[in-house]
């Protein structure tokens, strides 16, 4: 740039000036990441928080406040990244090293449950296996004269397998990925070599990818730890209790720094998992960028085993997606658990009150309760969204310029600190600090504006990714190429980095917007009675044991993360015409 | 089309090999054969067939017809598939993305052939340190292949593909990721090779230089037949077909469609040779060398007029290309010419046309 190499004079006021911007910017995100997790800290720390500690670790509840929640949460995230590495890798290896017949809708279906958000398979589950000893209608295979055994009704293993079908398609996107870079030459080189096939499968593919299956099975065991709302749907009734149900329910009775403890602690079982994995996979041996073309891939020929495979790939794929979803819908519309598909009535959904069905209560869209909740959530959704994207790319946009200086790594590590911790830990971190009045502030709990400022400091990594991309698809020479047509500043932005913004901003919104819209583990904890969201509106119910309610809005939330997708698909082939 | 005669001492003997890929056919009826220690280059535009024929070759896909023979022993055939033995095949592919395992050192890409191949350690590694050294990449030993640039990673391909010591060594298009002034290098460098270990090589390229200086044996690919095959020199000098004629030599060399009129050959009103030449056609295409066409007008030679286009000086002299009704004519002349682009020039040829070719391509004897 040409001012600071030749006015000199200016060079100490800009260079203030360069450092004022990442300083604020770290100000910012320091209020907004950091503040939340010291004063938690702090919290523990006063003379209440220590006797908390001690409770929880060193008394007789502990085994109840600690040992058995850590004991569930360490089987649940060993169990689910171990499951979600056996089918996320059995399928990814399927649609890309093979000749399965359908890889492309193969492909596509296996990345969907992870679109499902957790609860939803958890109230699927319960519509299909609840039995009658918890009380209320029982599901759909016990009224029908099956047998459902308590340990696959209630508790950890139903937990389980409803966190491997949500989180394995999570597993089959980074083996996937990692395994079609491995290009077709690197099997065929060795192939030369005279190598047979299960040799080049563990001499060559299964170490190209191992950095890909770590992150995968780091990443699942990260997402199950902090899983809420399936074991609490599936596990509180019977009470077991993981890390992040316990504190829950210690916030919810009013036992503040216990819920603080547990929230540290949490924090702390999954970072030392992500730490493990991030030092099993760092340094040299990160070979993430295959060298070569891998543009094509040697597929294995199946022979006879075709068909049963892509049974089996597909029958999957179904069993995560569409079973729970038609099964969601089905009971919305079902009056009896027993009969899914029979006498089909929309009361559930436009009923008038007072009649036989559901205790009386009116149907979901008659709530004024839900209707508000609907709002809620879109205002939500599009707030968090409008205000994480504007904040990710501002950060993004300092970091890349300060890139190298000590300020821009403090910044983006500050950034990407939210992405370690589960967020129902961090929602707890939340009240600690904003829920009593914070110097001028009054307190902000139970309000929308907390609930915003959460979300969108959780959603910060997202963002500036989503912002990191974006500006990295403006190459600074396109628009210095467009300066020297002569167009100004304002005609440069209209013509060439918006259109090219366009489609990253976009894609990071609507990310961040259907992330809020099926997010129930962050709400849970900031929500309230005058800011109910649909998720926990949902959650409510279907603690109630009004399961159809429960799973009517589970369908509108689906509903509405889907028309999202569409409308940012459709939207980005308008506006981008030659990404066709 | 390619004249074979089989001997028993054959290297690389192809007879009759078709490949089909479901309904296209990408080699039709190829036939091919060398003697032991010749470098033969397969070269050609993109799509002829070349890499196809090197991936059989290879072993990697299986001929849908024909039979490939290494030293006398059939290795691949349409009716057997492929013979996948390495130790008999006994021949090793440089990739054109090189292909380095990335996640093993480059002493380990080196080795793991050698593993399989059943060598023990001590042998492995007084390999591995000979095959470094012969390609001066001693120190790299330790490295990743992220950790090194592209003509190191070159190098190291071509170390890996040598370490087994294979009889017959396949190059797919092995330069075409390098700069110019390492292409030239790597070339040098891949003859010294040649000679230092004698395998037989086969060589895909689409650059003609690298073809014409490297070979023993030059095929010239089109569309999965063989146009013509030989020495490099005999396929400059005679060119069989006007795809290999335009195809080779830098400039390429110009064709000129005419028909007879009379006793002449005429293109346009020109008339250029004597009608003799087309041997009784009524029309032919005649080849003139670059170096054949002068600037200006000659007494008692054919003038052709032309639109002035570029002129490049090139070794002491100066390329004139100039374009005549749809024609490109490239000259090779001692001045620059007075002209700039757009001008009239006229062009005289001298001499009698340096090859005559019917309309369908084919040489006229």
């Avoid at chain 1, 689910?80 to 649609?95: D, E, K, N, Q």
């Avoid at chain 1, 009361?347 to 209560?361: K, L, M, P, R, S």
């Avoid at chain 2, 490049?312 to 004139?320: E, I, L, Q, T």
Wanted: overall charge positive; some cysteine.
């Amino acid at each position: 740039m040409s001012p600071s190499d030749t006015a000199a004079p200016f060079r100490r006021r800009r260079l203030t000036a360069a450092r004022l911007v990442p300083l604020s910017m770290i100000l910012i995100v320091g209020l907004l990441v950091l503040a939340p997790l010291l004063r938690i800290l702090l919290a523990t720390l006063t003379p209440p928080g220590l006797e908390a500690w001690t409770a929880i670790l060193a008394s007789p509840m502990s085994p109840n406040l600690w040992w058995r929640p850590l004991m569930n949460t360490l089987i649940l995230g060993l169990g689910v990244s171990a499951g979600c590495l056996l089918l996320g890798g059995f399928t990814a290896w399927l649609v890309v090293m093979t000749d399965v017949p359908g890889r492309r809708i193969l492909g596509v279906m296996h990345t969907l449950p992870f679109m499902i958000p957790s609860f939803a398979a958890a109230l699927a589950w319960g519509t299909l296996f609840r039995n009658s000893r918890m009380g209320g209608s029982s599901g759909f295979f016990e009224a029908n004269g099956f047998i459902v055994p308590d340990w696959l009704a209630w508790g950890i293993v139903p937990v389980l397998i409803v966190l491997i079908a949500h989180y394995y398609s999570l597993a089959f996107t980074i083996i996937a990925a990692a395994l079609s870079s491995v290009g077709a030459d690197l099997v065929e080189a060795a192939q030369m070599t005279g190598a047979r096939r299960p040799r080049i499968f563990f001499g060559i593919v299964l170490p190209v990818v191992t950095p890909a299956l770590v992150s995968a099975a780091s990443l699942t065991l990260a997402g199950a730890v902090a899983n809420f709302a399936a074991p609490a749907l599936l596990g509180l009734p019977v009470r077991m209790q993981t890390l992040s149900t316990r504190l829950f329910g210690m916030i919810e009775i009013g036992q503040a720094e216990r819920g603080f403890v547990l929230a540290l602690l949490l924090i702390a079982v999954s970072g030392v998992f992500l730490f493990l994995s991030d030092r099993l996979v760092s340094g040299r041996r990160a070979f993430v960028t295959v060298t070569g073309k891998g543009g094509r891939t040697r597929r294995f020929p199946l022979g006879r085993w075709r068909w049963p495979l892509f049974a089996a790939g597909f029958g999957l794929a179904v069993v995560t997606t569409v079973v729970p979803v038609v099964v969601l819908v089905a009971s919305s519309l079902a009056p009896q658990a027993g009969a899914l598909f029979s006498n089909w009535t929309l009361h559930f959904w436009i009923g008038e009150g007072g009649g036989q069905i559901a205790q009386g209560t009116a149907g979901i869209f008659r709530n004024p309760v839900l209707i508000a909740a609907l709002f809620n959530t879109l205002k939500l959704g599009v707030v968090v969204a409008l205000i994480s994207m504007l904040l990710g790319l501002a950060l993004a946009h300092t970091i890349t310029r300060n890139k190298g200086t000590v300020l821009a790594n403090i910044l983006s590590q500050l950034a990407f600190l939210p992405l370690l911790i589960p967020s129902i830990a961090f929602a707890a971190a939340y009240i600690a600090l904003f829920g009593a009045p914070l110097g001028p502030l009054p307190s902000l709990y139970g309000t929308f504006t907390l609930l915003v400022i959460a979300a969108a400091a959780h959603n910060l990594p997202y963002a500036v990714q989503a912002g990191r991309s974006v500006l990295g698809q403006i190459a600074t020479d396109l628009e210095e190429s467009a300066r020297l047509t002569g167009a100004g500043p304002l005609r440069r932005m209209w013509a060439i980095i918006f259109p090219l913004a366009i489609r990253g901003l976009l894609a990071g919104a609507i990310l961040v917007f259907v992330k809020m819209v099926r997010d129930l583990s962050l709400v849970v904890l900031l929500f309230s009675a005058t800011s109910p969201v649909l998720s926990m509106v949902a959650y409510r119910y279907a603690a109630e044991g009004f399961m159809q309610f429960a799973n009517a809005i589970t369908v509108l939330i689906l509903v509405i993360c889907l028309a999202a997708s569409l409308i940012a698909q459709a939207l980005q082939t308008r506006v981008q015409k030659w990404k066709e | 089309m390619a004249s074979v005669q089989t001997e028993a001492g054959d290297a690389i003997r192809i007879t009759n090999l078709v490949k089909k890929f479901g309904d296209f056919t990408a080699i039709p009826d190829l036939s091919l054969s060398v003697p032991p220690g010749s470098f033969l280059v397969l070269v050609g535009p993109s799509g002829c067939g070349k890499s196809t024929l090197l991936r059989m070759l290879a072993g990697l896909d299986e001929p849908s017809g024909g039979e490939i023979a290494f030293m006398g022993k059939t290795v691949s055939s349409g009716a057997g598939g492929v013979i996948a033995d390495p130790k008999m095949r006994n021949a090793g592919l440089v990739f054109q993305s090189y292909a380095l395992w990335p996640h093993m050192t480059v002493a380990g890409n080196i080795g793991w052939p050698l593993k399989v191949a059943g060598w023990d350690r001590a042998a492995r590694d007084t390999r591995i340190e000979e095959v470094l050294t012969m390609l001066g990449i001693l120190a790299l030993r330790d490295r990743y292949p992220a950790e090194i640039s592209g003509g190191q990673q070159q190098r190291v391909a071509i170390a890996r593909t040598l370490a087994p010591k294979p009889a017959i060594l396949l190059f797919d298009e092995p330069l075409s990721n390098l700069d110019a002034k390492l292409r030239i290098e790597m070339r040098s460098e891949l003859m010294r090779i040649h000679r230092a270990t004698g395998a037989t090589s086969v060589y895909v390229t689409h650059d003609q230089v690298e073809a014409m200086t490297m070979a023993t044996h030059v095929a010239v690919m089109n569309q999965g037949r063989v146009e013509q095959f030989g020495p490099p020199r005999g396929l400059l000098e005679r060119p069989a077909t006007t795809f290999v004629a335009t195809f080779l030599g830098t400039p390429p060399g110009n064709l000129l469609p005419v028909t007879r009129r009379g006793d002449n050959l005429v293109h346009g009103d020109v008339p250029l040779a004597p009608s003799a030449l087309a041997r009784g056609r009524d029309a032919a295409q005649l080849f003139y060398r670059p170096e054949q066409i002068g600037l200006g007008r000659a007494e008692g030679r054919p003038v052709l007029r032309a639109e002035f286009a570029e002129a490049a000086p090139m070794a002491g002299r100066v390329m004139v290309t100039a374009a005549t009704g749809g024609l490109r004519l490239s000259a090779i002349v001692d001045q620059f010419p007075d002209a700039r682009p757009g001008d009239p020039i006229e062009f005289s040829l001298s001499g009698a046309p340096d090859a005559v070719f019917a309309m369908t391509g084919e040489r006229i004897e």
